[in-house]
C-alpha cells in the first residue's frame, strides 16, 4: 500500500514519493509497470526544465535519491528500473545546463554517482551523458576523466588497493571513459593521442573511422577500416563484434567511393564461406535490383555446408521450402538432434502440409533432444514434440518409423520416470 505524501511538501516531492512507494517491494514481474508511473512523474518534471531549470534539477536530485533508496526494494531482471534512472540522470545533466550551473560541478558530481555505484545504475553512463552534455559540459567532463587517467599511470600498486581500485583498472576505465567522449566530441586527433598511450584496438579503428565518416572523408576512413580488419584478424578468438562492424563499414566505403564491384565480390565470398540468413542479407545489399533473383539463384545454389542450423534458417528465411526438404531429406536423426529447435521448429511447420514425412522428423529430433539431455522441466514440450511427431508420422503413413521411436525411447529412458508415463 502507497504512502500517504507528507504535508507541506513540494507537490513534484509529494508526487515522487507516492510514485516511488517507499518500503513496498516490487517484484520482478511488477517491475515495468512500476518504472512506467515512475517515468510518467519524470514527465512531469521535464515540462520544468524550460521555464524552472533549477528547480527542475533539485527535483531530479531528489527523484534520484529515492531510486537509489528504492534499488533495495525491487527485483529487476529486466534492466528497466536501471535504464530509467539512467534517463533520468541526462535529464538532470540538461536541467543543470538549462539553468547555467557550473559545468564542472556537474561533472564531478556525475563522476561521484559513477564512483559509488553499489546497484549499477551508472552502467556505461558516459555514453549516454556524453550526448546529453553540451560542448562546455563535455569538455569539463573530458577534463576531469582525463586528470583521473593520468593520474592512475603514476599510482603505485599498493596506493590503488588503499583506494579500492588496482591503478590497473582505474587507467582502463578511464581511457574507455575518454574514448567515449572523444567519439562524442569527434575529436580525431585526441583520440589517435589516447590510443597511443594505451594500444589500438580493432575497436579504436571503427570509431576512428566512423569519425572520418561524419567529416566526409570515406578515403581516410577506408585506411583505418582496413587497419582494423588486420587487427581483428589478430584475435585468437574469432573474429569481434568490432570485426563485424568494420566488415560491414568496409563495404559501405567501397560503394560511396564508386567501387561497389568489390563490395558485392566481397560480400559474396564471405557468403560462400559461412552460408546463413545474415551473410545473405548482407550479399543482397550490394546486389543491383536488376539483379537480384539471378543473384538469390545464384546464392542458394552455392548454400551448402556443416552448419544445419545456419542452412534450416536460411531456406526459412528465403522461403525456400523445396531446397529445406531437400536439405531435411538429406540429415540424419542424430545431425538433426543436434539443431536448435529455434531453427527446426519453424521448418517442421512449414514442411507438415507438403512434407509430412519430414516435419515428423524434425518434431522427434526436437524431443529426442531434451529427452537424451538431463532437462527435465523440459518434458511436457518433448512430448508435444512427440505427439506432433505421431501425427505426422501417421499422416504420411509412416507407422513403422513411429513405432521404431517409441521401441527406441522405451529401450533407452525408460528409467525417466517423469518423462515415461506422458
Known sequence: MKQKPRRGADPFECQIELALDPGGFIPDQACCSFVSELEEVAAIIAKLTRAAPARAAALYETFLAGCYEKAEELHDSSGSFGQFVGDLICKW???????????????????????????????????????????????????QIRTRFEAAGTVKPAQGKALGREPEYLRRRGSEILRTIYLAQRNL???????????????????????????????????WVK??????????????????QLIGLHRELLTRLGRGNEALEDAWAAFREEPCKY??????????????????????????????????????????????????????????????????EPAAKKLEKAEPGLAASLWRAQGMRIVNKPKSKYYDAALTNFERARRCYERAGLGAEWADTVHHIRANHRRKTGFMPG
Open 279 to 344: 551473410s545473405y542479407a548482407e550479399l543482397m545489399r550490394f546486389v543491383p535490383k536488376t539483379g537480384r533473383a539471378a543473384w538469390h539463384e545464384k546464392a542458394m545454389d552455392a548454400a551448402k555446408g556443416d552448419d544445419l542450423q545456419s542452412l534450416i534458417e536460411l531456406f526459412i528465411e528465403t522461403k525456400e521450402m523445396k531446397r529445406l526438404a531437400e536439405l531435411v531429406r538429406g540429415a540424419t536423426d542424430e545431425a538433426l538432434e543436434k539443431v536448435s529447435h529455434y531453427a527446426t
Open 227 to 244: 587497419r582494423g580488419v588486420a587487427l581483428d584478424r589478430e584475435n585468437p578468438h574469432g573474429c569481434t563484434m568490432a570485426g563485424y
Open 93 to 143: 545533466i540538461k536541467a543543470r545546463q538549462a539553468s547555467g550551473a557550473d559545468p564542472n560541478e556537474t561533472a564531478a558530481r556525475l563522476l561521484a554517482w559513477m564512483d559509488d555505484d553499489p546497484y549499477a545504475l551508472c552502467y556505461d553512463i558516459e555514453k549516454d551523458a556524453s550526448k546529453a552534455f553540451d560542448k562546455a559540459g563535455l569538455a569539463a567532463f573530458e577534463r
Open 189 to 223: 586527433a585526441a583520440y589517435i593521442a589516447l590510443t597511443t598511450q594505451t594500444g589500438l584496438t580493432a575497436k579504436d579503428c571503427h570509431a576512428l573511422a566512423t569519425i572520418l565518416v561524419t567529416r566526409r572523408k570515406p578515403d581516410e576512413a577506408l585506411v
